[in-house]
């Protein structure tokens, strides 16, 4: 039985019976060669039903001092019948049979081979649905994207005329162009998101390589999560235009989900 959870590195937990603990360094070359990520717990039961496989003996000594113990206690009914004495604790006792370790070796691989053709079958069908939501927050950061390029040469016209207005509106008369023109260029240089904007797009457009890339690419995607967080940040930070904070904190919202989807990524 094999169950695997979300962990950042591939993180083992293996429980054998007795006679397959020599195979415990096999078992973990082998979950190493089809896993690379996940906490992994793996419980293997076994029973041998061969009639030989237990051996009960009894433990004579151990009988014996039973037997002399009860010889010294007066008055009571002498109730030794076979099946009260088998009762005595550990009056029999039962031995395992030796193992085959060649048989058990070959037994041991086909059931964890088998076992992890399952796991990779269903791994594989809950990455599926996982592929394909983060494909559509893609999508959502491209619109979201989209819309932020579009709105943002109008925050600048929209600048200017809040100054415009701000300045007749305080000292009463036409404002000087010349300064005024100067003052949306330091603003429009300080408020410039283009960079972030292409560097965004260009990080979406991985996303999706990474998605169709058959090898595992969790540590990858970890980091090209991060890098997007980081240029939605600059861009709400940057921003002088509400609309465009708006778009910003829907694009982080975005990338938390991917981010807590990247956590069932191998």
Known sequence: EIRTVNHRFLDLNLRLPRSFLFLEEEARKRIGRRLSRGHVDAFFTYRNFRQDARAVTVD??????????????????????????????????????????????????????SALDELVRMRGREGE?????????????????????????????????????????LIGQQA???????????????AAIDE????LSSHIAQLREFLRQPEPAGRKLDFLVQEMNREANTISSKSQDLE????????KAEIEKLREQLQNIE
């Open 196 to 199: 972030e904007l292409v560097r």
């Open 176 to 190: 000087d162009e010349a300064r005024l023109l100067q003052e949306v260029a330091v603003m429009a240089d300080r």
């Open 244 to 251: 465009i904070t708006r778009l910003a904190m829907d694009a």
């Open 129 to 169: 649905a996982l592929r394909l939501d983060m494909d559509a927050r893609a999508s959502a950061l491209e619109m979201i994207a989209a819309g932020i390029r579009a709105r943002y040469p109008g925050t600048v016209r929209e600048y200017m005329e809040r100054l415009r207005a701000g300045v007749q509106e």
């Open 60 to 113: 004579r000594g151990l009988l014996d001092a039973y037997m002399r113990s009860m010889d010294e206690i007066p008055g009571l009914p002498d109730d030794r019948t076979l099946l009260n004495v088998l009762r005595l604790p550990e009056v029999l006792q039962i031995s395992e049979a030796e193992e085959d370790r060649e048989a058990l070796s070959t037994l041991f691989a086909d059931a964890l081979e």
